[in-house]
């Protein structure tokens, strides 16, 4: 998917199909992220999944300004947790939490004044969810994740407004885990560090 983005044209040409509508605002999910959430146990396994809206405002002439919200429950996979914690371990998981997420687009295409083409944009991204065990409910732990990335990305508007946005980038990411009961729980995913990350994503809606 990464080389899809390289290879659409950067000569300022609008990509096959592009509307040349004056679209304003953008909204986007991604339906395979509830499969596979930001926070990861030891990232092999994927303790969330998360269920996002991400909406996009066009601010100035090449600029726009996009947030997303998110849910976050428990993953298809979670149920790979048991291994993870070891075959005798007495623990049925549960996940509840939030993420939240922004970005400020500076578009590159010459013949484009937004929100379509080649992007260049800071993003930030705050996950936080708790993961219990609902056989005893004082064995829990409460996770966060931050993101600050540099990414660059391609966002397709085809005429009738659909929209597919993809990116990829580089930062840092930091991940913290706060234990209910230290030292005496089954849930032990150990200790959080901050470190380079790369990022990738993608998502598709309607412009408007």
């Not at 092999?44 to 999944?49: A, D, E, H, K, R």
């Not at 993809?166 to 930062?171: A, V």
């Not at 005496?184 to 990350?197: A, V, Y």
Request: hydrophobic share 40%.
């Amino acid at each position: 998917m990464i080389c899809m983005v390289f290879l659409l044209p950067w000569d300022g040409q609008k990509a096959y199909g592009q509307e040349e509508a004056d679209y304003k605002f953008t909204l986007k999910t991604n339906l395979l992220a509830a499969f596979a959430g930001p926070i990861w146990v030891t990232w092999i396994v994927p303790v969330t999944g998360e269920y996002k809206v991400l909406f996009e405002a066009k601010t100035f002439k090449k600029q726009s300004l996009q947030v997303g919200a998110s849910y976050l429950g428990p993953s298809v996979f979670v149920s790979a947790l048991k291994n993870e914690l070891g075959d005798s371990a007495d623990v049925d998981v549960g996940v509840n939490g939030f993420r939240g997420q922004l970005w400020y687009k500076f578009f590159l295409t010459r013949d484009s004044d937004g929100p379509s083409g080649f992007y260049a944009s800071p993003h930030f991204s705050l996950a936080s969810a708790r993961i219990e065990n609902k056989n005893e409910p004082d064995d829990y732990v409460n996770a966060t994740k931050l993101n600050i990335h540099g990414v660059l990305g391609y966002q397709l508007i085809t005429r009738g407004g659909f929209v597919l946005d993809i990116f990829t980038g580089l930062g840092f990411r930091d991940m913290t885990w706060d234990y209910a009961q230290e030292g005496s729980t089954d849930l032990d995913f150990g200790e959080g560090k901050g470190r380079i990350n790369v990022t990738f994503g993608l998502s598709f809606g309607y412009a408007f």
